[in-house]
């Protein structure tokens, strides 16, 4: 199961404690503390997902992920920035970035887009709950920018860029996206995109260095590896994801991108585990569903849209297959006890 880099939580964490945000209680809900966020650790996704999903309530500032993303630093990336540093060229630190991306802090898949005067690093969104989608899109997209601008400071270059693409409205602060970026913006895009004159891929590194960048490149490779090792269950961390979700829930490939790893290892180790996505899905479906038929007076139709599925049918079906009695029989049961 792969992990990733608690810095983008912690640069979230103390930029939110200056504005005045106490987060100390969440942290501490899922074992962290405020004094004692250790920088260089690890943590699995779904758990940073479910904490930011818990702070989003608390913050009512609509470019605060733009900002968060702007404070991003090349010393937050470790052996990453030194491996691309080290590079020959800003194209073959755009090459080495998209091939060892699952040592950045985004929440997608990114891509180098290469055309004969302008090339694209286009970020596919993963599928993310509506309340924290467009905060991670900020925070993703001002990050990647601040490292571009980072990297070619090295060769005394302005970076060149020519467009933004933001997958969702500008909430009426379009001007502040505009100044972030120095550029045009277009706003409800059909994915994140930076899109950069070529000239700047071009140019060579003078910092350059083969027997650094291998040596750097290793140490990325020594990272990941230890990152999937991780022993936590993958079922139980494939289950804290998709509670965040209802209406539309991740489908088994989107989970396997947003978790690092291929469609294929997700099946094998979710095997190895004596469960599959699918059970995994309906152990969150379930548990949902016994929620809403206890706690709302939703009917059962709407609980059922809820939960994803198309037709009323094949939710009363499955929960009855769970729980061995239909969905209005277990609300009344409920209901008199």
Known sequence: MSTRSVLSLVYAIHN???MGID???????YGFSMDHLDPFGQIDRATELKILNELMPRIDDPVCGLKLGQQFSLVGYGPFSLMLMTAPSAYDACRMGIQYQELTYLYGKMELDLSPTNSGLNIYISPLPDSVRDFLIDRDIAGTYQLLLDIMKIVDEPVEVKEVWIPHGHNNQA???????GCDVRFNAPHTRLEIENVNLGLPFPQSNPIAFNLYKAQCDNLLNERSQD?????????????????????????????GISERSLRRQLKAEATSFQQVLNRVRFHKAQTLLKTTQLSVDHIAERLGYSEPASFNHAFTRWAQISPTIFRKQHNES
Not at 23 to 29: E, G
Not at 247 to 257: D, G, I, N, W
């Open 16 to 18: 939110l404690n200056d």
């Open 23 to 29: 987060c100390s209680d969440i942290l501490r809900k």
């Open 175 to 181: 001007d502040v996206y505009k100044t972030a970026f």
């Open 231 to 259: 022993s936590s269950q993958l079922s139980s961390q494939v289950e804290s994801y998709l509670e965040l979700f209802e209406y539309q829930f991740p489908k088994l490939q989107e989970v396997a991108t947003l978790f």
